[in-house]
């Protein structure tokens, strides 16, 4: 069985930093490329960024600059650093498999997330 578990979430005030960590299990973690994701209150869930095996990334224009991607495959973990943040930074952090979704028990499988708040 998949895991993704996600962790590293809080309040923050803007301009402030967090680093978000997400453990994997169930999956052979180094031939995946990593995503991240979020769902701020009311809006869709919308990509973040990622980074492939060979670790180049990619980021959504809103984050740009300000948040960085990277992985340890030794210890199939994903981190997001997030500087420079906004109150519409405020979401639910998700990682995943990118850019396909993992699949399991013929759904998507998305672990519990991590909730950031940016509010002074």
């Known amino acids: 069985q998949v895991q993704l578990v996600e962790s590293g979430g809080g309040l923050v005030q803007p301009g402030g930093s967090l680093r978000l960590s997400c453990a994997a299990s169930?999956?052979?973690?180094?031939?995946?490329?990593m995503g991240w994701y979020r769902q701020a209150p009311g809006k869709e869930r919308e990509w973040v960024a990622a980074i492939s095996t060979g670790y180049r990334t990619n980021y959504a224009d809103s984050v740009t600059g300000r948040f960085t991607i990277s992985r340890d495959n030794a210890k199939n973990t994903v981190y997001l650093q997030l500087d420079s943040l906004k109150p519409e930074d405020t979401a639910v952090y998700y990682c995943?498999?990118?850019?396909?979704?993992?699949?399991?028990?013929?759904?998507?499988?998305w672990g519990k997330g991590t909730l950031v708040t940016v509010s002074s």
């Open positions: 169930g999956i052979i973690f180094r031939i995946n490329a």
């Open positions: 995943n498999t990118h850019p396909s979704i993992v699949r399991q028990n013929d759904m998507d499988y």
